[in-house]
């Protein structure tokens, strides 16, 4: 089954402590992306990646990193975490031709 | 800059009446995507309109794409409870595999 498969579902952690967000997908998409969703400003691309080390900010890339280093998985690195990016969290893979599908989503909680 | 506007935000619509949601995108965009969100959930992909008058079906729900217009329609036929979700629609620009820009979305409720 085509799956993107995003972990941890939920997280609250504190300010400052380094933390990743796994994405991994079995459909052998080269393009792969963050969003966060945040109520009221919908959903915005963090970064996004065309290809195995090839990666690119979005419109809301601050205080986010990514690597690429294997097609399958797009982890999102929060180095130094701030309240401000509570915000639920979506990997996405796929191709104009048939869509993007989303993963299940990551609820982060900063305090 | 793409901008994508949904409007209204929430719309309370009547089991069994027909019904038409709009999204209007700013610039020339040759790619529309239909998205359903259920509360907590992640986006399940509905319709991929990729040029100037496609239309899609399925079941209830037909999506149509005007690109000279900068409009996409989501047509409700015969609204069930099943159908109260938020719909986003995202516009895409040509180049391949450019970022999908979203409209805020529309939080449909399906009332007896």
């Known amino acids: 089954e085509a799956q993107v498969t995003q972990n941890p579902r939920y997280l609250i952690t504190v300010t400052g402590k380094k933390l990743t967000v796994t994405c991994s997908q079995n459909?052998?998409?080269?393009?792969m992306s963050w969003y966060r969703q945040d109520p009221g400003l919908g959903l915005r691309q963090i970064y996004y990646?065309?290809?195995?080390?090839?990666?690119d900010k979005g419109d809301v890339p601050e205080g986010y990193k990514v690597s690429r280093k294997e097609k399958r998985n797009f982890p999102l690195i929060l180095e130094s975490p701030s309240p401000n990016q509570t915000s639920l969290y979506f990997c996405?893979?796929?191709?104009?031709?048939?869509?993007?599908?989303f993963g299940s989503g990551t609820r982060l909680t900063v305090v | 800059e793409l901008k994508v506007e949904q409007n209204p935000l929430f719309l309370s619509m009547q089991e069994g009446k027909n019904y038409t949601i709009y999204c209007n995108y700013s610039?020339?965009?040759?790619?529309l995507y239909w998205y359903r969100q259920d509360p907590g959930k992640s986006l399940e992909s509905l319709f991929v309109?990729?040029?100037?008058?496609a239309v899609k079906q399925e079941g209830r729900l037909m999506a149509s794409l005007d690109t000279k217009a900068r409009l996409s329609t989501l047509h409700i036929t015969a609204a069930v409870h099943d159908l109260s979700a938020t719909y986003f629609c995202a516009a895409q620009r040509a180049e391949a595999n450019s970022k999908l820009t979203f409209g805020k979305g529309i939080t449909l409720s399906v009332r007896p």
């Open positions: 459909m052998n998409h080269e393009y």
């Open positions: 990646s065309m290809n195995v080390e090839v990666t």
């Open positions: 610039t020339t965009s040759d790619r």
């Open positions: 309109l990729l040029s100037n008058g």
């Open positions: 996405a893979t796929g191709g104009a031709q048939y869509g993007y599908t």
